[in-house]
């Protein structure tokens, strides 16, 4: 198991298109785990691996209150969506900012689990919104480009005043 650096806002790798993951086999499952981990430690409730610079569609989701319910998705895919939702995000890569972005209320998911078997997955409420934020970082996307440019604007000056006293 192994702790892995999350990439920052705006780092360009960030906007990276992951690939399709072709074999579910050892090396996966151990990218997950430590994604997991990762995730874990950070706290949050989910984490893309293009955050973590790998560019391979997998998502780790654990929404539960106790911290026990991890989920693993490989190759996911939304096939069905309704309804809208807004709530409040947060994301590991862009630390400190938090904003309303409406999406889905409910969502079908499609994916491959560490079997490398089929599943279909409904969810709604805070997973829904989870998998669908998770789903845009492998698309190369991150939940500011929902936000107004003046936001955006906004964001990308405070987290580089942020890095330059950090560094
Ligand atoms: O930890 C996280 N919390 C969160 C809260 C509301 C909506 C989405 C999220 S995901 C985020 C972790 C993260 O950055 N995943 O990519
Ligand atoms: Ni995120």
Do not use: W
Not at 40 to 64: C, F
Not at 102 to 121: H, I, K, M
């Amino acid at each position: 198991m192994a702790l892995l650096p999350i990439l920052r806002f705006p780092d360009p790798r960030l906007r990276k298109v992951a690939s399709p993951v072709a074999r579910v086999d050892d090396s996966l499952c151990r990218l997950a785990a430590d994604m997991a981990e990762t995730m874990y430690e950070a706290p949050g409730i989910g984490l893309a691996a293009t955050q973590v610079d790998v560019h391979k569609r997998v998502v780790v989701i654990d929404v539960s209150e106790g911290k026990d319910d991890l989920r693993v998705f490989v190759n996911p895919e939304i096939v069905t969506c309704d309804g809208l939702q807004s709530g409040e995000e947060g994301c590991l890569s862009v630390p400190g900012v938090y904003d309303k972005v409406e999406r889905a209320e409910r969502v079908t998911v499609r994916y491959l689990d560490l079997e490398g078997n089929e599943q279909q997955l409904e969810a709604d409420g805070l997973l829904a919104i989870c998998i669908q934020h998770e789903i845009d970082h492998l698309d190369g996307k991150v939940f500011v480009d929902h936000l107004s440019q003046l936001k955006q604007t906004r964001i990308r000056t405070r987290l580089a005043k942020q890095a330059r006293v950090t560094a």
